[in-house]
């Protein structure tokens, strides 16, 4: 069939203010402590990207995929020297803090247990977060 994967998770607001938008996905396993937090493109959120976490959510997992740049994309950004420093690691770092706070009490995932994935802009914000002490698990 032609069109975009149907996903199975839904679109949330994390983070102590709410202010963090996030595509999350769950295992239907009760008893899974296991997390990952997705690290999406500069393309946003797109149904491909929601379908790899719903891939690791029927694996046993409990995703998280935060819209680190709150719907602004490259599609309507063409100067990615321009655009890139309006979301600088400072800001990354609380949506990964509000990431990890939401698989940890609203999922009961050990804290031990998150894993990450990154594509394209996500690998950058994953290897910087861990040259800082983020503590993924490998």
């Known amino acids: 069939p032609s069109g975009p994967p149907a ?3 839904e679109m ?3 983070g102590e203010e709410g202010n963090v938008p996030a595509y999350v996905s769950s295992t239907e396993s009760e008893t899974s402590s296991k997390g990952i937090v997705v690290f999406g493109d500069v ?6 990207l929601k379908s790899i ?3 690791f959510a029927n694996a046993g997992y409990h995703v998280v995929l935060p819209d680190f740049h709150r719907g602004d994309t490259k599609a309507t950004n063409p100067d990615l020297k321009a655009w890139l420093p309006k979301y600088p690691y ?3 770092a609380k949506d990964i803090d509000a990431s990890f706070h939401y698989l940890i009490t609203e999922k009961s995932v050990k804290p031990s247990a998150i894993g990450a994935i990154g594509f394209c802009w996500g690998v950058w914000a994953i290897t910087k977060a861990s ?5 993924f698990k490998c």
């Open 131 to 135: 040259s800082t002490g983020v503590p």
């Open 53 to 55: 976490c719903d891939t």
């Open 7 to 9: 996903t199975k998770g």
């Open 90 to 92: 400072n800001i990354v």
């Open 12 to 14: 949330i607001k994390i």
């Open 43 to 48: 393309w946003g959120l797109s149904d491909r």
